[in-house]
C-alpha cells in the first residue's frame, strides 16, 4: 500500500531524530544525562559514593593557630571583599608561554573567585603579544610595569674585572647561573627594588609569582587575609639548602650588620632556622622565594631599607651572587619574630625541580590537590622542614 507523500515525509524526519538522539547520546555524557529514561527514574535511588574515613574538611580547624576574631568564622575565609593585595611577576617576554601557564594555574585554583589584580614587571618594555596573551587570562586588574634603568643593571662602581673573576670562578666550581650578569641583576632586584616599584605602591601585600609554577590545590580560603588577620608578614611553602659557593662572605657581612645594629634584631627571633650554632654558622636554610606571599611594607621599612643598603654596598650581588631568597629569609628570620613567619602547608606549589604537597590527607582532600604527596620536598634530603618545626618544639 502506498503511504501519501506527507505521512513518509514524517516518518523521515522522526527516523533522522532519532538516530541524532542515540549518537548524541552515545557521544555526549551531559547529553545522555539529560535525556536518558533511566536517569531520570534511578536518580533518587542512586547510591552516592561516600569516603568515611576523611572527615569533611574545616578550614578553620586547620589553618586557624589560635588567634581568636571575635565570633562566626574569621575574616580569611569569608568576607567577599579584597585584602589590600596583588599578584606580582617579574618576567621576560620570551617567558610568556611559562607565564601563562602559571596565571592558568593560580586563577583556577584561587584567584577566579577573588580577582586579584596582577603586576607584571620587566627590565624592557613589555611586547603587545605578552600583554595580549597574559590580559585573556583574567578579568583581574593588570598592569604592565617596566624597571627603572637603575634598579636593575650592574651598577657603575662595581669593579668588572673583580666581578668578571668571581663569575670565573664559580663556573670552574660548576654553579648554576654562575657566569650569568643578568641572573645578577635579578638576584639584587629582588632584593633590593621590587616593592618600592611605582605600580606596588599601593599594596600592602604581595604574592610572587613566576613563570612556569603550578598550584595544585584549591584554596578555601584568602592567604592575604589570612597574613593580615595573624600579623603575619612573611609566608613560604618551600625550604631547602643554598649553594654555599653563591654566597662566601654573605653570612660574615650580615653578623657585620648585626653588631652595628643590634636593635635591628628581633626578639624571639628565627635565628635557629639559620644556624646550627646560635649565629656563627649559617646552615645555609632558606625560604624559596620564588613563592613568597609578604607583606610590602617590611622591606619598605627602616631596617631592611638599611641592611639592603648594607649588603648592597659591599658588592655581593656581583663579585659572588647572592641570591633574593637567602637575602629575604636572613631577614625575615632575624628581624622579626618568628611568629610573624607562616608556613602555607594549604599551598600546593611546585616550581621545578622542587615541589610542596600537603602531606594531610585532610587538607589534601579538601583542596581537591593534584600533586603526589609522596614526592612532596617538606622532608627530603635537600629540605630545612626540620629546621624550621625545630624553633617551635
Ligand atoms: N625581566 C627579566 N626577568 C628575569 C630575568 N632573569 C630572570 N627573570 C625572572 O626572574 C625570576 C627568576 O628567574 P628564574 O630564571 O626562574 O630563576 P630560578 O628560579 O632561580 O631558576 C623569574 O620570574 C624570571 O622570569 C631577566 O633577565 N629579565
Ligand atoms: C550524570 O548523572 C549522574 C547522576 O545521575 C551524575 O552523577 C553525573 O555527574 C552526570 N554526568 C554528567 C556528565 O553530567
Ligand atoms: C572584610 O575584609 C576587609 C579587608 O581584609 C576588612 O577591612 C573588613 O573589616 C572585613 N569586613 C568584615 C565584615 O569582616
Ligand atoms: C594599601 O597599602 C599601602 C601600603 O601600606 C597603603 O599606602 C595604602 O594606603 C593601602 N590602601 C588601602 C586602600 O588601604
Ligand atoms: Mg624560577
Known amino acids: 500500500m502506498a503511504m501519501n507523500k506527507p505521512l513518509r515525509y514524517v516518518l523521515f524526519v522522526l527516523a533522522l531524530l532519532l538516530s ?3 549518537l548524541l547520546s552515545a557521544t555526549h555524557a551531559p547529553y545522555g544525562n539529560a535525556t536518558s529514561l533511566s536517569g531520570l527514574f534511578k536518580g533518587a535511588s542512586t547510591t552516592k559514593y561516600t569516603d568515611t574515613a ?5 578550614p578553620i580547624t586547620v589553618i586557624n593557630e589560635g588567634a581568636s576574631t571575635g565570633g ?3 575574616s580569611w575565609t569569608t568576607n567577599s571583599t579584597r585584602a589590600n593585595a596583588t599578584f606580582v611577576m617579574l618576567a621576560r617576554n620570551s617567558d610568556v608561554n611559562g607565564a601563562v601557564q602559571s596565571i592558568r594555574s593560580i586563577e583556577d585554583r584561587f584567584n577566579r573567585d577573588h580577582n586579584y589584580p596582577y603586576v607584571f614587571l620587566n627590565e624592557e618594555p613589555w611586547t603587545d603579544e605578552f600583554k595580549k596573551r597574559i590580559s585573556a587570562l583574567s578579568r583581574a586588574p593588570m598592569e604592565f610595569g617596566v624597571i627603572p634603568h637603575d634598579w636593575w643593571f650592574q651598577p657603575d662602581w662595581i669593579d668588572e674585572t673583580r666581578a668578571a673573576a668571581g663569575r670565573k670562578k664559580m663556573e670552574d666550581q660548576g654553579i648554576i647561573y654562575a657566569g650569568s650578569v643578568s641572573y645578577r641583576n635579578m638576584c639584587r632586584f629582588n632584593s633590593g627594588f621590587f616593592f618600592k616599584h611605582e605600580l606596588l605602591l599601593k599594596y600592602r601585600w604581595y604574592w610572587r609569582i613566576e613563570p612556569d609554577v603550578k598550584f595544585h590545590c584549591t584554596l578555601p580560603f584568602d592567604p592575604f587575609k589570612y597574613m593580615a588577620a595573624q600579623g603575619k ?17 654573605l653570612w660574615d657581612t650580615v653578623k657585620d650588620f648585626m653588631k652595628e645594629n643590634p636593635d635591628a634584631v628581633a626578639p624571639d627571633n628565627a635565628m635557629g632556622f639559620l644556624s646550627e650554632n646560635g649565629g656563627q654558622d649559617f646552615n645555609m636554610c632558606h625560604f624559596w622565594s620564588n613563592f613568597e ?11 631592611y631599607t638599611k641592611f639592603f643598603e648594607f649588603l648592597d654596598k659591599t658588592g655581593g650581588f656581583y663579585y659572588e651572587r647572592w641570591g633574593d631568597a637567602p637575602v629575604h629569609s636572613m631577614a625575615a628570620a632575624l628581624f622579626l619574630p618568628k611568629s610573624k613567619i607562616h608556613f602555607f602547608n594549604e599551598i600546593g606549589y611546585e616550581h621545578p625541580p622542587n615541589s610542596h604537597c600537603p602531606t594531610d590527607d585532610t ?7 593534584s600533586c603526589d604527596q609522596g614526592r612532596t620536598h617538606d622532608y627530603g634530603p635537600y629540605s630545612c622542614q626540620h629546621q624550621w618545626d625545630r624553633i617551635f618544639q
Not at 576523611?54 to 574545616?58: I, K, S
Open 293 to 303: 606571599i609578604a607583606d610590602l611594607d617590611f622591606w619598605r621599612g627602616e631596617v
Open 20 to 22: 541524532l538522539h542515540f
Open 72 to 74: 562566626g568564622a574569621p
Open 233 to 249: 608578614v612573611y609566608a613560604f611553602t618551600i625550604a631547602l639548602y643554598e649553594w654555599s659557593a653563591t654566597i662566601p662572605t
Open 54 to 58: 576523611v572527615p569533611p574538611y574545616d
Open 363 to 369: 587538607i589534601w582532600r579538601a583542596g581537591m590537590c
